[in-house]
């Protein structure tokens, strides 16, 4: 069935950091695809999208690319900040579901 | 332009009581979505509506839970005789009138209902 799988967390590094959450996922036809943050106590916040295969979503330093081929669309940042801190959960829409697939989510820890 | 708003932020009932959660959408927003997330769980999609309509509601369990979203007034999801197992975080989402699947869904800040 239908289904989003990112690594387990929580993931901790130091400030400056390079990241990497891994995500793929498994839907039928063309799905959107979608990366959202939740800080603590907080509602969710898109932090990007790609609409495509070979679309690259970015915002905030964050990047990812939709990679059809291998159904991944890993979240990459070259230098985390303290700020960064919080849930980060990879999702799609298409494939046969009108609202949102979510995966289990990422807790990202930074530490100064 | 106000995001999407849910009320109230926190809820707790007691087993056997009725809990009613409110969202009102992003303005100009005519698609609204209900999500469920459990502790240390990602969001599952419970329903999606329309002005007057469910759209799909593969989400949401056969019993006690209801979700409108009424020509005027915000969208309301409604559990009757609320368990233990219901507590959780509801978030509602709103879109856009548009292709639903490719449009960005802006979410709530959530309702966080304790069951004692």
């Known amino acids: 069935g239908n289904s989003v799988t990112q690594m387990e967390g929580p993931v901790t590094l130091s400030e400056e950091a390079f990241l990497t959450i891994n995500c793929t996922y498994t839907a039928t036809g063309y799905p959107s695809l979608f990366w959202y943050v939740q800080y603590p106590g907080e509602g969710l916040q898109l932090l990007l999208k790609?609409?495509?295969?070979?679309d690259k979503g970015s915002n905030k330093g964050f990047e990812a690319t939709y990679r059809k081929e291998t159904t991944s669309f890993h979240l990459e940042k070259g230098s985390v900040q303290v700020s960064d801190s919080a849930v980060y959960f990879c999702?799609?829409?298409?494939?046969?579901?009108?609202?949102?697939?979510f995966g289990k989510g990422t807790h990202l820890i930074i530490q100064p | 332009n106000a995001g999407v708003m849910q009320n109230p932020r926190h809820l707790v009932r007691r087993r056997g009581q009725e809990a009613r959660l409110r969202c009102s959408p992003m303005?100009?927003?005519?698609?609204v979505y209900w999500y469920r997330q459990l502790p240390e769980e990602g969001l599952k999609f419970m329903v999606y509506?329309?002005?007057?309509?469910?759209?799909?509601e593969s989400g949401m369990p056969k019993e006690r839970f209801s979700a409108e979203f009424p020509k005027e007034g915000p969208s309301i999801l409604r559990i009757q005789q609320v368990v233990r197992g219901d507590s959780a975080a509801y978030f509602c989402?709103?879109?856009?009138?548009?292709?639903?699947?490719?449009?960005?869904?802006?979410f709530g800040p959530g309702t966080r209902l304790t069951v004692l």
């Open positions: 999702a799609y829409t298409g494939g046969g579901a009108d609202g949102l697939t």
């Open positions: 790609a609409t495509k295969a070979d």
């Open positions: 509506l329309q002005k007057e309509n469910i759209i799909d």
């Open positions: 303005k100009g927003h005519s698609h």
């Open positions: 989402a709103s879109s856009p009138p548009g292709l639903a699947v490719t449009d960005t869904q802006y």
